[in-house]
């Protein structure tokens, strides 16, 4: 037997004691699974779903366009033991940037749902520069070494491999690919200088880590001591004794959110939140504060409460200046007239223009049947109509050169055009009592039961005030008026409809 140190099998542990292989404990039915994507760093459950979808693949195809494995997402969910077969997106990627598949979506069901085809790819990409089989694994470790024959392997072999696996698109197919080249001496004696020893107390604090953490940097940097960690713990050593560090890594663990995010496979990076767990925290100016305490008594630091203090009343005031400014903003896009965002960016809208003038026209159409019913008409009333809305006309021009704006010039000739309808409403019903025809077809009310309505327009030009009108829940109005009576015009709209519903009873 070969292994893949290129060395005869050393038989030396043949009669050691304990479980020995025998013919049925050889595989019928297995995975070939490549030991470069053994060797890459993936994470477990990225490996898991590689052999997964290697299983589905027939050894005999020869040929890489069809060796297409297309489970179902939630298949492989539950062979990587997701809760929800999205997260299988994380470990398709990670296998995709490795170079280990490739993937092609596909519509099927009639379009209305989409698959994955995964070509699983068993030589390396091209320019892969990872650990190609378990003796450059080895030669990176050499602490392991001694221990390599207690797991069956012999020492790594000095010389050579005779061949090794070609990079998928490199050279013709079936050319035999170079044997690699022996490193330099030079660069073997740079690398042994580079190796430092850690410190006693750097490797209690990187002792003191999570198992778990530790295994997730060894699949992500390929050591549990990473040269970014080391310097922080080194510098964080200068301030802090390697028990305080050990606690402070512990408690951060939890307190940090490191546990539930690395349980929920959200923890992306192991070693920035390693480096994170042993950094001091930069917030406080206090060098005795450990996350909120002191050091020399355990008491609450009251920098870091008004801190505190400080960071809610300021993020409470931002929201409240947030929230004053949104709603400052959506008030200047209100119709002024129906205080409704119809898109007229705080302009009046067509609706309200259109029942302005509506209301205007109906003010004169009331006037003209009014005079219609009179026997005995004035001169100066005998085209209603055109009287109505000719001192509508005088009005919007008198409120327009007073400078009002649309809404004031609109609801300066209502006010006029009601208060004409409304003076020859009150001439009709003083001729009844006079004239016959009249009071047989509609009785006369009494003189008294008339509306009192102003017979001037309102004048503007007095200082701005609140209106002194109401909603029509009873709350007061809340618009601003130059009304010299201190309504605003809708609430005198309302008011002058609701004495011409009060006269039309009567």
């Given amino acids: 037997m070969v292994n893949d140190f290129d060395e005869p099998y050393d038989d030396e542990f043949d009669e050691a004691e ?3 292989l025998v013919g049925e404990d050889w595989p019928t039915v297995h995975t070939p699974v490549p030991v470069w994507v053994l060797l890459a760093g993936l994470s477990a459950k990225a490996f898991l779903m590689y052999a997964f979808l290697a299983e589905h693949i027939n050894s005999n195809i020869q040929n890489p366009n069809k060796r297409i494995a297309c489970p179902k997402q939630k298949a492989i969910a539950v062979v990587l033991e997701l ?3 999205r997260q299988v997106a994380t470990y398709r990627k990670e296998l995709e940037a490795l170079g280990a598949i490739k993937t092609e979506k596909y519509r099927y069901a009639g379009g209305m749902r989409q698959g994955y085809k995964y070509f699983v790819r068993y030589n390396p990409p091209a320019g892969y520069q990872g650990q190609m089989r378990l003796r450059d694994f080895y030669s990176a470790h050499p602490e392991f070494k001694s221990a390599a024959k207690w797991e069956g392997r012999t020492e790594a072999a000095k010389k050579p491999a005779a061949a090794m696996v070609p990079a998928q698109g490199k050279g013709p197919a079936g050319a035999a690919p170079k044997a ?3 490193p330099a001496p030079a660069r073997e004696a740079r690398k042994k200088a580079a190796e430092v020893t850690l410190a006693p107390e750097v490797l209690t604090v990187l002792a003191a880590f999570r198992p778990e953490l530790r295994e997730a940097m060894r699949e992500t940097a390929h050591t549990d001591a990473p040269k970014t960690l080391v310097t922080a713990v080194t510098k964080a050593l200068k301030e802090r004794t390697p028990e305080q560090l050990v606690s402070r890594v512990l408690r951060r663990w939890t307190t940090h959110g490191y546990a539930g995010k690395f349980e929920t496979g959200r923890l992306e990076r192991p070693v920035g939140a390693a480096v994170a767990m042993v950094r001091p925290p930069a917030e406080c100016p206090d060098a005795g504060c450990e996350d909120g305490e ?3 008594d355990g008491e609450p ?3 870091c409460i008004e801190r505190g203090k400080n960071y809610k009343a300021d993020h409470k005031a931002a929201r409240e200046a947030q ?6 903003a959506a008030s ?6 129906c205080d409704q965002d119809r898109g007229t960016e705080g302009g009046l809208c067509p609706l309200c223009v259109g029942g302005f003038e509506s209301d205007i026209a109906g003010a004169a159409e009331r006037a003209a049947e009014d005079v219609a019913r009179m026997g005995s008409v004035p001169p100066e009333w005998t085209d209603a109509r055109a009287r109505v809305l000719g001192d509508a006309e005088q009005a919007r021009e008198r409120a327009r050169r007073e400078g009002a704006e649309v809404l004031g010039q609109l609801l300066a000739a209502q006010f006029a055009a009601r208060s004409a309808a409304t003076d020859i409403h009150r001439l009709r019903l003083a001729t009844l009592d006079t004239d016959r025809h009249d009071r047989a ?7 008294e039961a008339a509306p009192e309505v102003p017979s001037m327009p309102v004048m503007y030009g007095a200082e701005p005030g609140p209106c002194s009108g109401a909603r029509w829940d009873g709350s007061p109005c809340g618009r601003t008026t130059e009304a010299e009576d201190g309504l605003c015009g809708v609430c005198r709209g309302a008011q002058m409809a609701q004495h011409e519903d009060l006269a039309t009873a009567r």
């Fill in 83 to 85: 809760a929800d077969d």
């Fill in 180 to 182: 690699p080249s022996k």
């Fill in 301 to 303: 630091c009251v920098l």
């Fill in 294 to 296: 002191l050091l020399a």
């Fill in 332 to 337: 200047r896009l209100l119709c002024p007239g």
């Fill in 323 to 328: 929230k004053a400014a949104a709603a400052t």
């Fill in 18 to 20: 304990g479980d020995q």
């Fill in 441 to 447: 077809q509609e009785p006369a009310p009494e003189p």
